[in-house]
């Protein structure tokens, strides 16, 4: 069984910047698509970036340029840089993971870490 635990939030002022870590019980290499969402009090969860298990990332547009996602194999950890913060990135943050099986895919969430931006 694969666990995910977030690491990293905190409280940070507009422009300023966090990492947040994704530490995979397990292999990390085993996970092909491996993903940050987030969701704010009162909104849907929304996906922020995602890397696959050959390196290709995906962002959504608000985040480009700001927001970098890697991941270390050697360390099963994903990381989610986090630059130029605004106070609309105040959420708490999710990291998700797909792990192909034999015949089906499954799917794996983290707990959450929270993540508050300051005006």
């Known amino acids: 069984q694969v666990q995910l635990v977030e690491s990293g939030g905190g409280l940070v002022q507009s422009g300023g910047s966090l990492r947040l870590s994704c530490e995979v019980s397990?292999?990390?290499?085993?996970?092909?698509?491996v993903a940050w969402y987030r969701q704010a009090p009162g909104k849907q969860r929304e996906s922020v970036t995602s890397i696959t298990d050959g390196g290709s990332t995906d962002y959504m547009d608000s985040m480009k340029g700001r927001f970098t996602i890697s991941r270390d194999n050697a360390k099963n950890t994903v990381y989610l840089q986090m630059n130029s913060l605004k106070p609309e990135d105040s959420a708490t943050y999710y990291c998700?993971?797909?792990?192909?099986?034999?015949?089906?895919?499954?799917?794996?969430w983290g707990q959450g870490t929270q993540v508050t931006v300051s005006s």
């Open positions: 998700y993971a797909k792990k192909r099986m034999l015949l089906s895919i499954e799917e794996f």
């Open positions: 397990g292999s990390l290499s085993r996970l092909y698509h």
